[in-house]
């Protein structure tokens, strides 16, 4: 029980002597700080807002350049967007004569016209039915196009973002 007593006597006499350390540490380092410091304008509230506030401005000048830069790059999609909107009004369009002509055919087999007229009617409905083929697959590329271009646009934006986030360009 002796030996208890002086090791925790022991334990708080190296504890004390710890805290001493440490109390003449941060002495030391504040002794430290005031002479880095010394005749230096204190930080003050208002200079914390203000840096605050020039933060932020700038942090909005950056969202805004990287905004118009994606508009940019947007745009230079429309083109493309442009063929699209073409491409479904002619499949639209060839749809439409498709079903005509299928309508046709109907009423030369009622009425019935002549094989050769048929065979005709068949063969233009064939070819309509070829474009209508072609469109779509050309609408397909030009959406998968269109798709990669987006996706290019979204990468050039975030290396952009990264870039001005980490001041290399301004």
Known sequence: MEQDEQEIAKKQAELRQTREAAILEMRRIIEKFHKENEGKEPITADLLSNSRQMRAAASQELREKVEKFRADREKELEPIIDEIIEL??????????????????LELQNSEASEDDLEWMRNQRERLKSELNALRIRKRATEEELSVKRLEVDEQVQNLSKRLERGEIF
Do not use: G, K, N, Y
């Open 88 to 105: 479904e009004a002619l499949i639209e369009e060839t749809e439409s004569e498709v079903e005509q002509v299928r309508d046709d055919i």
